[in-house]
């Protein structure tokens, strides 16, 4: 018997982990998978048409940039051109998925340094690039009406208003039809079933914690029940409507969780959820705009540093 | 390449290595309020250019009367009366620049580039070394301003020489829906901020 093999002298780290970025990337696009499937199955092909479009401009963007040949790579870019995907209209003109798509990676994401050095959500600041300069595609629009389980459907041509729009947008559906996913909306926005599906998955694989779609989501539900105008019988039910329209849901469990953008201390998380709940809800009953996710997380993404360093936990044992 | 000569030297010094938009960051208010037309940056670019020659000769010349306790207030005053000229002058002859420049012509009294070059230059130089300086960092200001603005313009509006429609040439014909970011001033921030690395990296690449 060798001895020798049997005692390894090293160093720490002794205990590695097996995952990688690949591999992480890989577990966020399987929990988008049921949110794609989903507006695929109410839009159409054309939400598939926007998909592809958005991953396939990120992955050559990013491969072109760092002059690499294989365009999967760590699978960050195909996770943002899916999520820049998910914050579209159904039917937007190609050529604003293309130039949001780029901006996302170039703008949000290579100008600092590429992955892990970002100070902002890819994803959202394509969204607000393409926001800013084609707001008529975007926002205060007539949405395109989901044609469900129609594959091939033109969308473009019924169409309807968001249910954030007004009270009366709002009596217009009904809760069930949120929680499936049945609205007017952005492609991944609108299936609350969906989502929690795919937010599940990431929690089990431990990728996210509850702490900032817990507290983005319970202060959108509180303040909905407090501030949200009541227009349902029972104002429970007014805060679970705030909570299922619009992008709070995909923003908390896909957006907000963003690794590189977040805090990384537990009471930071806990603040940077709340804050992100009070922003959407400021600029969703007061503010001009129907809907204020994407400015929301951006703006929290923004003082994430300032959350670190003031939430610095107690060293065990020490001072 | 090594000029020997001292006026080319600061002429030359305000256009490439110490080029006040791109190498100093300095005068960046006009620099993100009027460029979203290239005929408003030109404008502007020309008015402080104007300004910054005539003060930087004037203040050169008076550099061993004034007092250095007091010499801020004092090049103030004399970049105040340029600018008042400046302004009646725009004012008289182009009222539509005028117009479009806005709150900023009066502002150049506070612009950082003519001040600073009053401070660290035409205070301490001679006059005529203080003119070509004066001239060299106004032709930068005014190459900042214009490159600048014509990036903002071509994407932001998609035409050049607007907003005056009987100049306009519209480069992606009627069709073309602008990128309308390009044309407020956060798309003034990420285009001198693109602009800035462009520039940092040519001028590592030929040594500047």
Redesign the interface.
């Known amino acids: 018997m060798k001895m020798d093999k049997k005692m390894v002298v090293s160093s720490s780290p002794h205990i590695r982990t097996t995952e990688s970025v690949q591999s992480v990337m890989t577990d966020v696009l399987i929990a988008l998978f049921p949110v794609a499937l989903m507006a695929v199955l109410l839009f159409g092909y054309k939400a598939l048409v926007t998909m592809a479009i958005s991953i396939a401009t990120t992955m050559l963007v990013e491969a072109l940039w760092l002059r690499k040949r294989d365009v999967f790579s760590d699978g960050s870019a195909a996770v943002t051109g899916l999520l820049f995907a998910m914050v579209l209209p159904p039917a937007p003109p190609w050529w604003l998925v293309v130039v949001g798509a780029a901006s996302a990676i170039i703008i949000g994401k290579q100008v600092f340094g590429g992955i892990g050095y970002n100070i902002f959500n890819p994803a959202l600041v394509g969204r607000a690039i393409v926001v800013m300069s084609w707001g008529g595609h975007l926002v205060g629009r007539i949405w395109s009406a989901p044609q469900p389980f129609i594959f091939g459907a033109d969308i473009s041509a019924v169409t309807t208003a968001t249910p954030l729009a007004g009270h009366e947008e709002a009596l217009a559906v009904s809760l069930t039809q949120l929680f499936i996913g049945n609205t007017a909306g952005c492609l991944g926005e609108t299936s609350a079933l969906a989502l929690l599906i795919g937010g599940i998955w990431l929690f089990y694989k431990g990728h996210i914690d509850w702490r900032i779609p817990g507290g983005y989501i319970g202060t959108v539900f509180v303040m909905g029940i407090l501030f949200g105008g009541g227009f349902y019988d029972n104002h429970l039910l007014t805060g679970l409507f705030y909570v299922m329209a619009g992008g709070v849901m995909l923003g908390a469990i896909f957006m907000a969780t963003d690794m590189v953008t977040s805090p990384i201390t537990h009471k930071g998380k806990l603040i940077f959820g709340i804050g992100c709940g009070l922003i959407t809800m400021l600029i969703r009953i007061w503010g001009t705009m129907p809907e204020g996710v994407t400015f929301a997380i951006l703006i929290m993404n923004a003082i994430t540093p300032i959350i670190d360093r003031f939430t610095v936990p107690q060293q065990f044992g020490g001072g | 390449m090594k000029v020997n000569n001292p006026y080319l030297q600061d002429l030359t010094q305000g256009i490439v290595k110490e080029n006040p938009t791109f190498r100093l960051l300095l005068g960046m208010c006009p620099l993100l309020g009027v460029t979203a037309y290239i005929v408003n940056g030109l404008g502007m670019g020309l008015a402080a250019t104007a300004v910054l020659i005539a003060s930087n000769l004037v203040i050169s010349m008076l550099r061993n009367f004034i007092p250095p306790q007091v010499r801020i207030p004092c090049f103030i005053v004399i970049i105040a009366t340029f600018v008042t000229i400046i302004e009646m002058v725009l004012q008289a002859f182009q009222p539509v620049l005028y117009e479009a420049l806005g709150v900023f012509v009066p502002l150049i009294v506070v612009n950082c580039i003519i001040l600073g070059r009053a401070e660290a230059f035409a205070s301490k130089k001679p006059v005529l070394r203080s003119l070509s300086d004066g001239i060299g960092m106004g032709i930068g200001f005014t190459l900042g301003l214009v490159i600048l603005a014509t990036v903002r313009e071509i994407i932001g509006q998609g035409t050049i020489f607007g907003p005056d429609p009987e100049s306009a040439i519209h480069l992606f014909g009627a069709n073309y829906?602008?990128?309308?970011?390009?044309a407020?001033p956060?798309?003034a921030f990420?285009a001198l901020?693109?602009l800035l690395?462009m520039v940092n990296v040519i001028f590592k690449r030929f040594n500047i």
């Open positions: 829906e602008p990128m309308a970011l390009f407020q956060a798309g990420i901020g693109l690395g």
